[in-house]
């Protein structure tokens, strides 16, 4: 039986579910499966973006599971991001067409400005990017690029929109001097790093914090236990209270973020491991493993962006 997740009101009324499907690094036919196998356990919000380069293998798992009758258009809840490079105001419009295209499935329910950093336009074609690559920097304004984003809402193709890596300065720059509110700000949240601060912050705007990495990536860790901080699903505290709740550490970890106000967004090509990220919704954590939770917070990010730290728009060298 599919399990479904509640769903949690935007700032302009629109619902998105409390958890959602990560897709960063789910490509080609693993993640058309991997979407498919998602959408049968009950899953009903997906995260992509124009730099996972999935957007089309995303498209087509949504449209066949439609096809199949398994789902209607009006029941999932898609996230896309536009990339650095294409922060320039007169490129948005083009690169939101892309993506609008690439997934075809008549409207984006959620359009996000990937992070606060802009990157100099280099072709739509994005080559080789990750955490090691050194992009040209451009000197775009993000109040120029948000403008440029409350335009689309106007096109009727994207329901929604909203910002990622954002510091609560950047945050408060975009609420004083433009018009629409973001409706989320999608940051990395795990035990690790629980964002608490940021989070009471976005609360208080009506900001729905998605949490990206929500189980500190350990294949991250796996490949580099020196730099990438230890992912908190071996630590016996949440063994323990995942043993208590006959539930996984991944499933208390999940849990934990929804019960502290987030919307998390693991990812999972295994079909065990995506029916389990979802069946939460059937325990509560007390208020004393919530504060053993808050324990694991050490602040370390397991995505830094390191490589990009003279970024003018760098957003982590405040604490939030
Ligand atoms: P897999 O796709 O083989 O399940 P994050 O969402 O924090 O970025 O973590 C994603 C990584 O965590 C993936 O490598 C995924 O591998 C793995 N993963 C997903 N769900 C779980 C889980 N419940 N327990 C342990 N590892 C998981």
Same mark, same amino acid.
């Given at each position: 039986?599919?399990?479904?997740?509640?769903? @949690? $009101?935007?700032?302009?009324?629109?619902?998105?579910? @409390?958890?959602?499907?990560?897709?960063?690094?789910?490509?080609?036919?693993?993640?058309?499966?991997?979407?498919?196998?998602?959408?049968d356990a009950g899953y009903r919000h997906i995260d992509t973006a124009y730099l996972y380069r999935n957007e089309k293998e995303v498209g087509q798992a949504i449209r066949e599971k439609i096809a199949e009758g398994v789902i209607k258009r009006e029941d999932i809840f898609v996230t896309t991001k536009l990339w650095n490079n294409f922060f320039e105001p007169c490129k948005v419009a083009e690169a939101f067409k892309r993506s609008f295209e690439n997934l075809d499935i008549g409207y984006i329910d959620l359009y996000l400005m990937h992070s606060p950093m802009s990157f100099k336009f280099d072709g739509w074609e994005l080559g080789h990017v990750d955490a090691t690559t050194k992009p040209e920097y451009a000197d775009v304004d993000i109040v120029d690029t948000w403008r440029a984003m409350e335009e689309l809402l106007n096109t009727g193709k994207v329901r929604s929109i909203g910002v990622s890596n954002f510091n609560s300065e950047q945050i408060a720059r975009i609420l004083q001097q433009c018009e629409m509110k973001p409706v989320t700000n999608q940051?990395?949240?795990?035990?690790?790093?629980?964002?608490?601060?940021?989070?009471? &912050?976005?609360?208080?705007? #009506?900001?729905?914090?998605?949490a990206y990495s929500p189980l500190?990536?350990?294949?991250?860790?796996?490949?580099?236990?020196?730099?990438?901080?230890?992912?908190?699903? #071996?630590?016996?505290?949440?063994?323990?209270?995942?043993?208590?709740?006959?539930? $996984?550490?991944?499933?208390?970890?999940?849990?934990?973020?929804?019960?502290?106000?987030?919307?998390? @967004?693991?990812?999972?090509?295994?079909?065990?491991?995506?029916?389990?990220?979802?069946?939460?919704?059937? &325990?509560?954590? $007390?208020?004393?493993?919530?504060?053993?939770?808050?324990?694991?917070?050490?602040?370390?990010?397991?995505?830094?962006?390191?490589?990009?730290?003279?970024?003018?728009?760098?957003?982590?060298?405040?604490? &939030?």
């Open positions: 039986m599919p399990i479904f997740a509640p769903t @949690v $009101t935007l700032n302009n009324g629109h619902k998105m579910p @409390v958890l959602g499907l990560g897709t960063w690094l789910s490509r080609e036919g693993e993640g058309i499966e991997a979407i498919k196998a998602a959408i940051v990395e949240c795990n035990p690790g790093i629980n964002q608490r601060k940021l989070i009471e &912050f976005c609360r208080k705007l #009506d900001i729905v914090v998605t500190g990536r350990p294949n991250y860790y796996e490949m580099d236990p020196v730099k990438v901080p230890k992912p908190a699903l #071996d630590d016996p505290r949440v063994k323990a209270i995942a043993e208590k709740y006959n539930k $996984t550490p991944g499933q208390v970890i999940l849990r934990y973020l929804v019960e502290i106000g987030t919307v998390p @967004v693991p990812k999972s090509s295994n079909p065990v491991r995506l029916r389990q990220n979802i069946d939460i919704f059937d &325990f509560q954590l $007390t208020k004393e493993e919530i504060e053993t939770m808050d324990g694991l917070n050490t602040g370390k990010r397991t995505v830094p962006f390191h490589v990009w730290i003279s970024h003018k728009n760098y957003p982590f060298h405040i604490e &939030f």
